[in-house]
Structures are given as structure tokens and as C-alpha cells.
């Protein structure tokens, strides 16, 4: 174009002069930790599949989902999702409901028939695996993904453990149960039943095993010396919820009394109403603010009429009946006797006082180390013996399903490792999406979706599912609440803030790059960043 | 008549650093001029200050074309610009930066330049320390001073305390106390 | 404009299920949004906006006024086809996109005094008019050069109702000339012409010379406030005066770093905290009649908001607030009440 | 008192020792620091009963001020480049007025294309509205052209710009003595306005004028102005004797005494000339320098007698009047025009829009004026390729408008910019 030298300027020419070397900071785009990741004892990446979820790809998220937890139909119902605990959500209205999208997509997904993709590689090398609960289902399932040969050996007549002799059916369905168990067998996992391992060292030679992981659970129930006339009814509380799965459902009679604090109490009380009890009493040492189960499960049992005897040991049985005495908690918060007895009418008295380990399989193992009751594992999952990991309820840990499921990915992936002859290396950690990180004046109010329960009346009386699933809708509505911590959402605030135009948007999926050219460094993208997936870098002078 | 130019970014108080310069010079009794570059500076885009020191009337009114000392304000601007046109042979510099002149690539004007003329000294991060800000102009005067020797340290001292009164005076002042310590060692290390 | 809207608790029915889909909570109030059809996004967030005013200008770090005439002429832009014509005033917008021999302008501008940018634009459109094109016509300026020095031919132009869009960039004192008072500047604010000092150190309260109250004075067709904290409003508003023929005017808020004494960084935020405290009500107007107000979010005491520019820190020294806080805080009260800003925002 | 301070900051203090009573304020780069330094000193009290105004616009500016000056208050504001312009029809009507209103004049280029550096071309372009102009060499002489302005122009009842170069001089932080109040006082009575809006003796100021009196208003005009002539050097003399040291005075030589070559020049340039004249001198040229600091009143009398003896006279000026040449060379060519031997004369037109004028050129210029003497005005280092190929381009386009430009894009892409 052809115009006055100087007083008239051609269009474009400003790309000769590049404001870059303005900067003394530089935008990076970076991954942080988000907080739901970080909580998650099974180590699912929840932020990865609910960006999954909120797009409607709901296989693609199943699949996200499965690489890390092969179970999540049964974490829906059981897990006590610390994810929603650490959510940042919370900073703005109310957490993320991660638990109940996660058990849409597990529903979803048996309802579809999806099945997991077989590994395209075998390595040939042979596992064994000692016990189907949540630890030995998870550990298997990631061995035959990562291309070994793992095979369960379970003690019991069915699988899942504690999922099935532990949680009440009115928590977790046999059917949900049994459906996601189903998927690890199609994916070429054999499960031997009534299969008691005696000798580990023994099986493991016979069978050619390369390698073992030991996951026989907590299920010796813990005995308290109560003195007891022999036509008192004492029964344990593992034996009358594993007894619920047979034919002959336990007798306990009108009035049922559960010695015990923790979630196995609360189940075994909830069951007795459902068989018929009229009266269900929970007698516990110590306080509500003290006991070990999760409140919304107390609330739950209250509401079906169970009760509650606050800071009562029980002195000793009688048929019929019980003497209970008062406690007190001293400053340290220990209860001390009172002195003060009552005595309760009781056709049977159930303890729930916790569990051990039968650790009579590792007799002759040498180099192990037993605490507490429990094996001793190394960061790795390996016990003293080399070649033998362990983990869930035998080995240290919260004793939760999700626990049970982390422990058994983390040990599957240290056996592959094992197996090759070299040390498995985690991954380095990403710096935590803390709150203060967020911009959180770009997320709308949204209130959080509270699942449905079933009514009262039929609580008590069946064992039908308490908590109802979400429906798509609110189950897209809830993953789109979700506030993508720590990582890039393309929500295009950084290519639009920008005074410079220095961002470049690469297109749907693959997000933004800055033209550092350009970029003067002046931090707004990085104050803009909804999801605080910009850090501000020094530069190198 | 010493003519010295200073390079930096605008918001980093370049002109204020000649200016001081040009007051300390007064403080002695001798005359001395400073100017900018004068352009519309945005904060962060390059700026020049420069600085003429005589013992009779200055009357000269053109750039300094050829200075005898280059003061290197903030080293980005070596990507950006040749700041060292014009320095003459015997003539000094003073880089502010906490790495090496090999680092900065600057081996061959250093040994172009007499020894112990040329010298670096962490201004910014010592204006950091005493004075909680990335300002490292009255640091530099320090430095100036113990490498050319042109005005006493305590006429910059005097200089520092006329322009920022109280608390942040001293501040500064402090930097420039440290700065100055530096590059005296450093003159006394090439010396040896 | 995808808006939020308070949802009820139980499953919906499928068809009320898919209305309550499309109030997405992620990203409601950013730039763009994956999940949302390309078409409601905003012109910022498409990889075809015209980036009329393109990189390299020399606008300092985090510089609002750099931002908010990107958002504008892009709008306007969209608007026009990319038929559009920009006159522009003297000041800080017109200094760091045209330093010779760079401009960073991609659509025909032109830049004659620091006070004749209406009537320069009046001739443009005369010109267009005459020769029967159909180009619009965009005149643009800083506060100083609307507000002060400017506004007798921006009056001239409103009166004409000629088919101008005077944008107003006000970023609240003449910052290309080293930051001094403009009758854009707040009360007690310190510029270089009212410095912080004396008895009442800062600028003088004054009667205050809101020029969109003024423009609305002139009955023209649309007035309207926007602001660079939220860009879905500012392009609806361009585009919602595109769409009208005869004078418009729209002033946007632009934060300056050096002269409000902020970090390059904040640019947005301050811009945010200008309009949640009431201090700078956004508000809409046709033809001398307010017709809308954007309503305050999540609203804020105004010394949240002057705690975080040093042209304010006199009002705080000692840790004790300066009594004119509250004075300050009595205009954003009064904001509020005149054009009812607190409350809920009806459908727009 | 001696001090090492900004020429902008200094010229703030001078002018407020003048006790100026109304002070009109709006920004204009070069001149804003003169006003915000008042500013300051009017805010913390040290300037007392004076009234501080920001206005909207250099054209409010002086019309302010032209209401205070009517109405018996000692007003002052400062504006340059397109601020005077924009102010341009009030320039004028002070003068008619007879207002003595003092203003400074940051000079700075005049757009378009918009320039923000240094050049006489804004004072040139007011040089006939009727104020006295006086141009300052160094921030020292700015300092007292002030204060020397107040006292001329309350005598002659006339308005005055002093004329300071914009940055070399407004932003140079050098060496200034301010005088002390008392000095200023000695020298500077108060204000006593020859007319006046007072309500106990009622005028109406500011009458049309048709063509029965309008000639003789003119001609009176002229005549005051030209009272200056007599004024400045007496006034400038008396300040001199007050502050202990030569200022002022209608223009200033340097080593013109055996001169055959004599350089005519104004404003802070005189300094670089003085240096490359010693240079010269040094190689044993004859030449001098004449630095004009009264350019309205143009001294054509005391201009005759200092280029009398002179062979060849180089005038170099930063301003072009388009169309015809350098304007202070056609003035200096009326001064030489009734001299025996005329010196041959030869104008340069340097340093446009800031451009600098270094002592290399200056010699060159000042040789090849005695050695191949050029015709018409002489552009200082010029970039002839430049205009060389848009001139050419130009012939070859029908749409000529007014200078060609992709001269810029070869500039920009060998980068062959002048070295500012």
C-alpha cells in the first residue's frame, strides 16, 4: 500500500518489535495435584475421569477410572470418599459428589457390559495371590493388565472378602458385587475357591508361582475375656454378618445387644432390626465424638430405630439378660469404671471388638516381620521375604476397602517390577492445587445434589439398597461442579486476558502455549487461571 | 568531563540512579548533568539515563556517544540491544547480575577494558535485602564509586539520604554500603 | 450469555434434565467454555477474533486499557464484518500502538489531536455517508481525551446523534503524560497534580463528572458502562450498539498498574473490585432512560478495594483508615441505591 | 542557593518566588513537571494565597488565566507543542488584550506526525500573535527569564513565553542557583494591572474594534513591543546586578570579536556550538557564536552591529516554515540587509523532532558554509537516500498524498534509523 512515509504505518509492523525481553517472570502452564487425587487411597486420578464425566464421555471416564480401581460400582457404595473430605469445592459451596458420579459410571457400566481391554503382551510369569478381598481382586486385576498370570487362591466359598462377609447387603448388593468380580475373571484372572493356603512356601512351589501377594483380610474376631454363663448367647460379630450370606440367616432372638464402636457394630445392629429384632442396642466404652465409625452411617442406623448406650462396658452374661457398667472419660480421654451397674435384658449379645489376621500361613516364611498382628511391609508392599508382598487388613493400613484396592495396585505394580529384576519408581508428585491457588470468581454457585435414599418403613424391614444411584442428569450436573484443580480446562480465560495477545490456542484438546516473543510477563493469565494451571517462573537473567 | 550511560528498564529507577550520580558529584563541588533518554518509557520497556561529570561548566547538549563508564542495570537487556557501543578502551563497567561475566557471555569486552575496570555486584538481590525492592539504583552508586573512585562514598551516601528521606534512605544506603564493600574487595583481589 | 441459575434438589425429568444441563456451573463467568456450542462463546475466545490491536505495542505490564480496547474492537469487529474504521485520540492507547515505524492496529485507524476525536469520527462517517458505504465508525479515547479536553466535540457529536460509537477507555488520570489528574479521577486518589499531601492530600471529593450520566443527558440512542472484569457484558454491550444507528457511548473501566500503583498482575482483579464494591456501577441506557444494571456478585467494602493501589495508601498509613474511607464508601452506597445494584440480576 | 536539580523543578521554584497568584495546570510532556512542582508547593503551603486549577485543556488553561490576569491576579501556566496550538486562539487574545501573563513554553515539535521531542517549531508558529519570546540557553538562564519575565511583562502590560527546550533542558538535572525571596522581591514589585475588572471603578475589556481604530490598536501593539527592546537589557542588567552574575540581556556573543564566520543560533544548542567554536578555534578558524535570546522583539539593531564585521553568517534553527525556508534566517536576513558589507548568509534547519545535533555535524556544517556555500535551507544530516527514493516513488504513483511510505518498510528492515 502506498501512503506518507512515516505519519502512515502498514498493518502488522508492530510484530517487529518482540516486548518479550520485558519479562522478569515467565508463564508456565503446569499440572498441580489436585486435592480429590491426592486424598484417594486407591490413587484414582478423580480430576482426569470427571473431565471425562462432565463431557458426557462416560465409558472414556469409566476407563480413566478403571486404570487406577477396578472396583467402581463397590466404591460408590462403600467408600468413605476423603476425595469429597479434601475437595476445594468446599471453599465455594459444597465438595464435588465424587463417590456418587464414580458409582454412576460403575453402574453405567455393568449395565452396558463393558469390559476391560485385555493387556496385549503376556509376560509369562506366574502370581500368586492369597485371598479374593478388595486387596487380592485389585492386585490381580492390575497384574493380568500389566501381562502376568495371577492366581487367586481364596479360603471362603465366594469373593470379595469383607465386601461380601463384612458390608451388609443393604450397602453393597451381591449383584454389584458379583458383576465387577466378573469383569476381573474375563480379563483372564483364575479365582480357586474353598482354597485355604497352609504353606505359602509350599504353594508357591507347586504351583510355579514367580511371585505372592497376601491378602487373607482381618476376619479372627477379637475375643474379650467377659465372663459368661454357658446358656448366655455370645456371639461374634464377623460370624453372624458372614452367616447372613448362607442359607440358615443366625438366630439373635428379640433383643440384640452389640458390644463395639467401630462401622462392624452399626452393620451387625442394622442387620438384627432387618432380621426382626425389636430392640438393637449398640454399647460402646467411650463417646459419639470418640467411636470409629463414620457418623452418617450412625445417622443412618438411629433412624432405623437403632440405639445407643454411650460409655458402658459390659461386666458379664447371663441368659437374658446383661450387667453394664458406667464409665467416665478421664482428661486424657481414657474411660475409667464408675462402679455404677445396670442390667439389660438381651436374648443375644453380639462383639464386635475388631478383628485379626490369621497369619497361620506364613508359618516357616523366613525374613518376615510380624507387628501388632499385622506383617510389616516396605514401601514397596514387600514383607521381609523377598518375592512375597502382602497388604489390606494383614498388612498396616486404615482397614478400609479403598485402602484394601491402593494397596493392591501399589503391590501389583512393585511385583511387576519385581518380576523384570528392577525397582518400581512412583512417579514424582505435583505440587498440591491448594484452595488459595484458584481463582474461584469464575465458578457459579451450584448447590451440591444430595442422592436419594429409600423411605424409612422399607429400611428397616428389607435389605434392599439404602442410598439410590444419580440419575445422567444430575450425575453430568455433578461432574461439571467439579472445579478442575491444578489443570487446564481450556475454558480460554488465558487466551483472552492476555493484553498482548501472546497466547496461542492450539485447538479443542490441546489446549494453549504462550508466544514468549510476546509475553511481557505481566502475571494476569496466571491471576485469571481459574484452576491455578499457570505458576509465574523467574527468569534467568 | 567523565561521561558515564546506564541501562535498565523503565520502572526500575534508572533516571533517579543518574540523577543521585550527578548530586554526589555536586555534593564535591564539581559540576555535573543528567538526563534520560527521553522517550515515552513504559514500565519494563528498555531506557537509557545518562551522566556527565566536569570540573567547569557543562554546556554540552548531545547524547554521550562515547562514555567512559557503562553501567548495565538489568543484564535481559543484552539480548536486546548492543549496550556497550561507544565504551571507550580505558573506560569501565559495572554489571548488575549475581553471575559471572563468562556466564553473561561478556569475557571478550572484559578483556578489551584495563584490569579491575570491569566488575559485577548483585545490586538487585541487595536491594532486595535492605530494601525489599527490585529498585537496585542506589546499590549501583556504591559500586560506581568504589570502581572509578570519581566520587567519594560519602557524597553518594549524602546523595542517597537528599533523594529517599528517612527509613528507606537508609535502606538504601545500606545496599549501597554493601555494594560498595563488594567492589572494593573486588578491586583490591585484581590489584594483589 | 450462559447465566447461573439456582437448581432445585430432586431428579429432574429428562426435557427439564437438558435445560438444567445447559447452566454449566464450570466456567460460567470465563472467556470460553469447552462444553458450550462455539456460537455462545465469547469473540475473545475464538481462534478467529481479529486481534485488531495485535502483539508488540509497548503498553506497560498488565496494561487494562491495552485489554479493554482488544475486547471492544474485536466485539466491533465481529459486529461490523471487520467493516469498521477507528479514530482515535491522543493519550496513552494512541502512544504504545503506533511509536513509528511499528503500529499494532489492524483496521483502518486514524489519529489526528488529543481533543477532536468525535468530530474527526463525525467526518469519517460524513465521508461514508456521502460516498455510500457502509462502514461503521468507532472514535476512541482515555478519559482525559473524553472526558476533559474532548468533551465538548464528543457533545457536539451526541447532539448531532451522528453514527459514532465513542469508546471510553477510563483508566482514571492522564497516564501517558506521567499520571496526573483527570476529571475522571476518584476522590482522594494521589496523582502528580494532587499530590499526597497537605491537608487533603490526594484529589479533591468535588462534584464528580460522570460523563455517562451526561451522555445520557443527551438522549442518544445508547449509553452504557462496562468493565475488563467482565467480558461477556462489555461484548454484549459492543455488539448490542453495533446493532443501533446514531451516537452511542460506552465507557469501560480500565486499571492502570503505574498509575494506580498495583502489580501488573491485578489488572483484572482491581477492575473487579471496582465494580463488586459499587464504586464504578455498570449500567446500561437508550435513549436518556437507564434500562439495566449489572448486579453486584459478592459485594465488598470499598476499602477492600483501595487497600490494593498505592494511589490510596495515604488513606491507610498508621494502620488506622483515613476518615474519607467512609466517605468514599458513602458514594458506593449511594451507586447502589441509584441504580439498584445489590439483589437479583433479572434475565437479561 | 546552589543546587542540583531538575531544570523543570528548578524554573517551579523561581516562579513560585514571582508570587503568582492563580497557577493554571494540565499536562503536556515537557512541561508537566513545572506544573506538578508548583503543584507540591502550593499543596504543602509553602506557596501561599495562591490558587492551584487543574483544567480540562490547554485552551482552558490560558483563557483561566487570561480571567485572572483581568481581574488583578499575577497568573501564570506552562503548555507546549500541541498545547499551544490548541490554546491558539487565546494566545492571540491575551496579547490583544495587553494581559501580562507569563507561560512557560516546553518547546516540543508540532504534529503531525505527533512528536514528543524537541524543536522550536511551536514558539515559531505564535511568533506574530504579540508576545514577547525569549528563548533560554541554559536551565540557569530559564530560572531567571522568569523571574525578568513577570517584572517585563507587568511593565509593558504584555503577555511573555519563556522558552525552555523541551527534555535537554526541562528534564536535565543540573547545577541551578535559585535566587532567594528577597533577591526576587528587590526585583519584582506586586502586580499593578493597567486595566482591571474592579467593581468600584467598572470597564468593559475587550470591545469590538472595527476599522476606525483597529490599525492604531496594531500599531500600538507593535510599538509596546518594541519598548523591549529597551526594557529587556535594562531589566536584565538590574537582575544581573541582584543575583551577581550576566543573565538575560535581548542576545549573547562568544568569540565573535576577530570573527569571519558568525553562528546565529537559540536555546540550549548554544552550548554545543560554544564547544565546537573552541574546537575551531583551536585549529585556527575565526568563528563565533551569537546566541539570540530576545526573538520577539526581534532585535534587528543589535543583530546589525554584532554580524558587521562578519564574512560569513550561519544561522541554525530548529524549525522549518514550509514553503519558504528557515524563519529566523529570513529575520536575520532583515537585520543584515542596511550593513556596507553585507556577510553572505546561510541557514540550517537541525535537531527536527528531537533529532540530536552532535558536534561533528555542526563543524561540518559550518566549514562547508565558507567552502561551498549552499542555497536556500539546508536540512542537518538528513537521510538523502530516504527522501531521495520517496520523491522518486512519489513521481512514479498518481496518488501522490503527501510523502510516500514504504520507505519506512527498507528502513525498518535495515533498520537505518536515525540514531536518536
Not at chain 1, 458409582?103 to 485385555?118: Q, T
Not at chain 3, 449500567?283 to 483501595?306: C, S
Not at chain 4, 475589556?205 to 513591543?225: D, N, W
Request: aromatic content about 6%; glycine content about 10%; proline content about 5%.
Amino acid at each position: 500500500m502506498d501512503h506518507d512515509f512515516a505519519v502512515t504505518l502498514d498493518v502488522g509492523s508492530s510484530l517487529a518489535n518482540h516486548t518479550g525481553s520485558w519479562r522478569t517472570f515467565r508463564p508456565e502452564y503446569v499440572h498441580r495435584l489436585p486435592p480429590c487425587n491426592h486424598a484417594c487411597p486407591a490413587g484414582e486420578d478423580i480430576q482426569g475421569w470427571l473431565s471425562l464425566a462432565e463431557a458426557g464421555d462416560y465409558e472414556g471416564a469409566w476407563r480413566a477410572l478403571t486404570r487406577n480401581n477396578p472396583l467402581p460400582a463397590v466404591m460408590g457404595r462403600v467408600c468413605y470418599h476423603p476425595c469429597e473430605t479434601a475437595c476445594n469445592r468446599a471453599g465455594i459451596d459444597a465438595s464435588v459428589g465424587i463417590n456418587s458420579v464414580e458409582r454412576f459410571l460403575g453402574d453405567m457400566a455393568i449395565a452396558k457390559g463393558w469390559a476391560f481391554a485385555p493387556p496385549t503382551a503376556k509376560s509369562g510369569k506366574k502370581v500368586l495371590v492369597v485371598g479374593a478381598g478388595p486387596a487380592g481382586l485389585s492386585a490381580a486385576y492390575h497384574l493380568a493388565m500389566l501381562g502376568h498370570s495371577p492366581t487367586i487362591k481364596e479360603a471362603g466359598p465366594a469373593p470379595g472378602g469383607m465386601m461380601r462377609f463384612g458390608i451388609p447387603k443393604y450397602r453393597l448388593p451381591r449383584e454389584t458385587l458379583d458383576a465387577e468380580v466378573a469383569r476381573i475373571v474375563a480379563l483372564g484372572v483364575a479365582i480357586e475357591y474353598d482354597c485355604k493356603v497352609s504353606d505359602l512356601r509350599a504353594t508357591m512351589r507347586e504351583g510355579g508361582f514367580d511371585a505372592a501377594f497376601l491378602a487373607v483380610g482381618a476376619h479372627i474376631a477379637k475375643r474379650a475375656y467377659i465372663p459368661a454363663g454357658e446358656a448366655a448367647k455370645v456371639l461374634d460379630a464377623v460370624q453372624v454378618l458372614a452367616s447372613m450370606e448362607g442359607e440358615d440367616r443366625p438366630l439373635l432372638g428379640r433383643r440384640v445387644v452389640v458390644y463395639g464402636g467401630g462401622n462392624t457394630a452399626l452393620d451387625v445392629a442394622r442387620t438384627a432390626k432387618r432380621l426382626g429384632a425389636e430392640e438393637a442396642i449398640i454399647v460402646y466404652r467411650r463417646t459419639r465424638e470418640k467411636m470409629p465409625a463414620h457418623d452418617f452411617e450412625l445417622e443412618e442406623a438411629l433412624e432405623e430405630g437403632v440405639m445407643m448406650k454411650w460409655l458402658s462396658t459390659i461386666k458379664n452374661v447371663e441368659a437374658g439378660s446383661l450387667t453394664v457398667e458406667k464409665m467416665v472419660l478421664d482428661e486424657k480421654g481414657f474411660p475409667q469404671p464408675t462402679g455404677e451397674l445396670e442390667t439389660l435384658e438381651a436374648d443375644s449379645v453380639v462383639l464386635a471388638l475388631g478383628q485379626d489376621v490369621d497369619l497361620s500361613l506364613l508359618n516357616g516364611v523366613e525374613g518376615l516381620k510380624i507387628e501388632k498382628g499385622v506383617v510389616q511391609v516396605g514401601a514397596n508392599m514387600m514383607t521381609g521375604a523377598a518375592g512375597v508382598f502382602a497388604g489390606g487388613d494383614m498388612a498396616p493400613s486404615e482397614r478400609t476397602v479403598t485402602v484394601a484396592v491402593g494397596h493392591g495396585k501399589k503391590a501389583a505394580r512393585n511385583i511387576d517390577a519385581f518380576l523384570r529384576g528392577e525397582v518400581y519408581a512412583p512417579a514424582p508428585k505435583h505440587e498440591l492445587a491448594s484452595f488459595e491457588k484458584l481463582n474461584a470468581w469464575y465458578y457459579g454457585e451450584a448447590p451440591k445434589t444430595v442422592r436419594p435414599t429409600l423411605e424409612l418403613a422399607r429400611r428397616s424391614s428389607t435389605f434392599e439398597e439404602v442410598v439410590a444411584g444419580l440419575d445422567e442428569s444430575n450425575a453430568l450436573y455433578e461432574a461439571r461442579r467439579c472445579l478442575s484443580c491444578g489443570n487446564c480446562f481450556e475454558c480460554d480465560n488465558c487466551y483472552g486476558v492476555c493484553p498482548d495477545n501472546a497466547v496461542i490456542k492450539l485447538g479443542p484438546g490441546n489446549g494453549f502455549k504462550f508466544n514468549y516473543d510476546f509475553c511481557k510477563g505481566c502475571g494476569v493469565c496466571a491471576s485469571e487461571c481459574p484452576c491455578g494451571a499457570i505458576r509465574m517462573e523467574p527468569e534467568e537473567i | 568531563m567523565f561521561q558515564v550511560r546506564i541501562h535498565g528498564r523503565g520502572g526500575q529507577g534508572v533516571v533517579t540512579g543518574a540523577e543521585m550520580l550527578s548530586v554526589a558529584a555536586f555534593i564535591e563541588g564539581r559540576h555535573a548533568q543528567a538526563f534520560p533518554s527521553f522517550g515515552s518509557e513504559r514500565m519494563g520497556a528498555p531506557v537509557i539515563a545518562f551522566c556527565r561529570i566536569a570540573d567547569r561548566e557543562i554546556r554540552l547538549r548531545e547524547p554521550v556517544q562515547d562514555p567512559d563508564c557503562l553501567v548495565l542495570q538489568d543484564p535481559t537487556l543484552l539480548k536486546v540491544m548492543d549496550v556497550f557501543s561507544g565504551l571507550r578502551e580505558n573506560g569501565f563497567l559495572l554489571v548488575n547480575t549475581n553471575k559471572t561475566f563468562d556466564d553473561l557471555h561478556l569475557g571478550a569486552i572484559v578483556e578489551k577494558l584495563p584490569a579491575g575496570h570491569a566488575v559485577i555486584v548483585p545490586a538487585t538481590d541487595l536491594a532486595l535485602k535492605h530494601v525489599k525492592r527490585a529498585a537496585p539504583n542506589a546499590a549501583l552508586l556504591g559500586a560506581f564509586a568504589a570502581l572509578t573512585g570519581l566520587v567519594h562514598f560519602d557524597s553518594v551516601k549524602r546523595a542517597i539520604a537528599e533523594t529517599f528521606p528517612g527509613r528507606i534512605g537508609e535502606a538504601n544506603i545500606a545496599a549501597a554500603q554493601d555494594a560498595y564493600d563488594l567492589v572494593m574487595a573486588q578491586e583490591r583481589a585484581t590489584a594483589a | 450469555m450462559t447465566d447461573v441459575q439456582m437448581t432445585d434438589v430432586p431428579a429432574l425429568a429428562p426435557d427439564e434434565a437438558q435445560q438444567k444441563l445447559k447452566f454449566y456451573q464450570k466456567g460460567t463467568f470465563t472467556v470460553g467454555n469447552r462444553l458450550i456450542s462455539e456460537g455462545e462463546r465469547s469473540v475473545q475466545a475464538s481462534q478467529a477474533r481479529s486481534n485488531a490491536l495485535t502483539s508488540g505495542h509497548r503498553a506497560c505490564q498488565g496494561c487494562g486499557e491495552a485489554l479493554g480496547a482488544r475486547y471492544a474492537i474485536d466485539a466491533a469487529m465481529r459486529a461490523s464484518g471487520n467493516d469498521l474504521i477507528a479514530v482515535n485520540a491522543t493519550g496513552c492507547l494512541e502512544v504504545f500502538t503506533t511509536p513509528y515505524p511499528e503500529t499494532s492496529w489492524q483496521l483502518p485507524w486514524l489519529h489526528s489531536l488529543f481533543g477532536n476525536a468525535a468530530a474527526v469520527a463525525t467526518g469519517v462517517a460524513a465521508a461514508m455517508r456521502v460516498k455510500g458505504k457502509k462502514t461503521r465508525v468507532i472514535a476512541q479515547g482515555g478519559d482525559g481525551g473524553t472526558t476533559d479536553i474532548g468533551f465538548q466535540c464528543l457533545s457536539g457529536m451526541f447532539e448531532r446523534n451522528d453514527d459514532v460509537l465513542y469508546i471510553c477507555y477510563d483508566n482514571e488520570g492522564y497516564m501517558n503524560t506521567g499520571v496526573q489528574r483527570s476529571s475522571a479521577t476518584p476522590p482522594a486518589a494521589r496523582t502528580a497534580t494532587t499530590p499526597a499531601l497537605g491537608p487533603e492530600p490526594g484529589n479533591v471529593f468535588g462534584t464528580g463528572k460522570f460523563v455517562p450520566k451526561i451522555a445520557v443527558a443527551h438522549n442518544i440512542p445508547y449509553v452504557a458502562t462496562a468493565t475488563v472484569a467482565d467480558l461477556h457484558d462489555l461484548e454484549r454491550k459492543v455488539v448490542k450498539a453495533m446493532a443501533i444507528h446514531g451516537a452511542r457511548y460506552i465507557q469501560i473501566n480500565v486499571p492502570c498498574p503505574l498509575g494506580w500503583g498495583a502489580p501488573s498482575c491485578d489488572t483484572i482483579k482491581l477492575a473487579r473490585f471496582a465494580v463488586e464494591c459499587g464504586l464504578y456501577p455498570i449500567f446500561e441506557a437508550e435513549h436518556g432512560r437507564v434500562t439495566h444494571a449489572r448486579k453486584i456478585r459478592k459485594q465488598i467494602p470499598v476499602r477492600e478495594y483501595l487497600k490494593l493501589q498505592k494511589r490510596y495508601a495515604h488513606l491507610f498509613r498508621g494502620g488506622v483508615d483515613d476518615p474519607r474511607v467512609a466517605r468514599i464508601q458513602a458514594i458506593c452506597d449511594a451507586h447502589i441505591a441509584e441504580y439498584g445494584l445489590l439483589g437479583d440480576d433479572e434475565e437479561v | 542557593m546552589l543546587k542540583q536539580i531538575e531544570g523543570s523543578h528548578a524554573m517551579a521554584e523561581a516562579i513560585a518566588l514571582c508570587r503568582p497568584e492563580v497557577i493554571c495546570a494540565y499536562p503536556i510532556t515537557p512541561q508537566t513537571h513545572i506544573v506538578e512542582g508548583l503543584g507540591e508547593l502550593v499543596k504543602s503551603g509553602e506557596l501561599e494565597n495562591c490558587e492551584f486549577i487543574n483544567v480540562e485543556s490547554e485552551f482552558a488553561a490560558l483563557s483561566v488565566a487570561i480571567g485572572a490576569s483581568a481581574a488583578g491576579a499575577r497568573a501564570y501556566t506552562a503548555t507546549a507543542s500541541q498545547g499551544l496550538l490548541f490554546m491558539a486562539e487565546a494566545v492571540y487574545n491575551a496579547a490583544g488584550l495587553g494581559l501580562p501573563i507569563v507561560m512557560t513554553l516546553g518547546n516540543r515539535a508540532i504534529g503531525a506526525p505527533i512528536n514528543i521531542w524537541n524543536d522550536h517549531s511551536d514558539a515559531m508558529s505564535m511568533r506574530d500573535a504579540g508576545w514577547i519570546q525569549l528563548f533560554a540557553e541554559t536551565n540557569q538562564e530559564a530560572v531567571d527569564l522568569h523571574i525578568l519575565a513577570f517584572r517585563l511583562a507587568e511593565e509593558l502590560s504584555m503577555p511573555v513565553m519563556v522558552c525552555v527546550d523541551g527534555f535537554i533542558l526541562t528534564h536535565a538535572f543540573e547545577r541551578i542557583d535559585i535566587p532567594e525571596q528577597a533577591q526576587v522581591d528587590a526585583f519584582l514589585p506586586p502586580y499593578d494591572p493597567v486595566q482591571v475588572l474592579d467593581p468600584e471603578n467598572p470597564a468593559s475589556i475587550g470591545a469590538m474594534v472595527g476599522p476606525e481604530a483597529f490599525t492604531e490598536v496594531r500599531f500600538l501593539a507593535h510599538y509596546k513591543q518594541r519598548q523591549a527592546l529597551r526594557l529587556i537589557p535594562a531589566f536584565s542588567a538590574e537582575l544581573g546586578k541582584i543575583f551577581g552574575r550576566a543573565t538575560g540581556g535581548l542576545l549573547r556573543t562568544y568569540r565573535i570579536e576577530d570573527a569571519e564566520t558568525v553562528v546565529v543560533a537559540m536555546g540550549s544548542i548554544c552550548g554545543t556550538i560554544k564547544d565546537t567554536v573552541d574546537e575551531m578555534r583551536e585549529d585556527g578558524v575565526k568563528i563565533g557564536v551569537v546566541c539570540l535570546v530576545s526573538f520577539r522583539p526581534f532585535p534587528v539593531e543589535a543583530l546589525g552591529e554584532v554580524l558587521a564585521e562578519a564574512k560569513d553568517v550561519v544561522v541554525v534553527e530548529k524549525s522549518i516554515a514550509v514553503g519558504v525556508g528557515g524563519a529566523l534566517a529570513d529575520n536575520i536576513e532583515g537585520a543584515l540587509r542596511n550593513l556596507e558589507k553585507r556577510p553572505r548568509l546561510h541557514s540550517a534547519i537541525a535537531g527536527l523532532g528531537g533529532r540530536p545535533i552532535p558536534r561533528d555535524s555542526l563543524r561540518r556544517l559550518f566549514e562547508t558554509a565558507v567552502t561551498d556555500p549552499w542555497e536556500g535551507p539546508h536540512f542537518l544530516d538528513l537521510n538523502d537516500r530516504v527522501v531521495g527514493r520517496e520523491i522518486h516513488r512519489v513521481r512514479k504513483v498518481r496518488r501522490s498524498g503527501s510523502t510516500a511510505e514504504n520507505i519506512l518498510r527498507q528502513l525498518a528492515l535495515t533498520s537505518q534509523l536515525p540514531q536518536d
